[in-house]
């Protein structure tokens, strides 16, 4: 072995370090026979112009939000055994599901709140989507404040009262003073 790889010269013949060489072509022969044997199967069997419908699917319509889809029989079965004879689609069985997490697993009491809510936006939500934001941002607020009602007891508030900073004058004296010196230097 010599390391400058003069075995390998030795073994190698000499054309394949010369010129990289080319792929052989395919012949054309080849390819036009597939392509005739392809064509005369296909003049051989009559081609269906138009697909019989799939008669397996069927349109279900959404008991929440109205949304439609085609869908099998079974399935159709299956969600309407999880969800108490009800078809929901598939984005109001998620939001179902999510209520049901948050409620302690009542999935009954979910699917209800879930559809108040389907039926109220649809109400509202789609002819007055000003009036539909307004009304979520009450609710927000109004959830905020019974989470914030409940979660403090009358002992954590007099503790709150000890230890908050209490201002003991306001500043806009400070402030109009500070502007009125402003003005009579200029």
Not at 41 to 66: F, M, N, R, W, Y
Not at 115 to 133: A, D, K, N
Request: aromatic share 4%.
């Amino acid at each position: 072995m010599a390391p400058n790889g003069e075995m390998l010269m030795a073994f190698c013949p000499k054309n394949t370090f010369d010129a990289p060489q080319r792929p052989r072509r395919p012949s054309l022969e080849g390819i036009q026979r597939a392509v005739s044997d392809l064509s005369f199967q296909l003049t051989k069997e009559p081609a269906e112009a138009t697909l019989p419908p799939i008669s397996e699917v069927e349109d279900a319509s959404c008991e929440c939000c109205g949304m439609s889809e085609e869908c099998t029989p079974e399935y159709i079965h299956r969600v309407r055994e999880k969800f108490s004879g009800k078809w929901i689609c598939g984005l109001c069985s998620e939001a179902v599901k999510e209520e049901t997490a948050k409620n302690g697993g009542k999935q009954q009491e979910a699917l209800e709140a879930h559809m108040s809510m389907c039926e109220r936006f649809s109400r509202i939500g789609r002819t007055h989507p000003v009036l539909y934001q307004a009304d979520a941002m009450r609710e927000i607020l109004r959830k905020s404040s019974r989470a914030r009602a409940q979660s403090s007891s009358p002992r954590d508030r007099e503790s709150a009262k000890k230890s908050s900073i209490t201002r003991s004058s306001s500043c806009i004296p400070a402030i109009t003073k500070e502007m009125n010196d402003c003005t009579a230097l200029k």
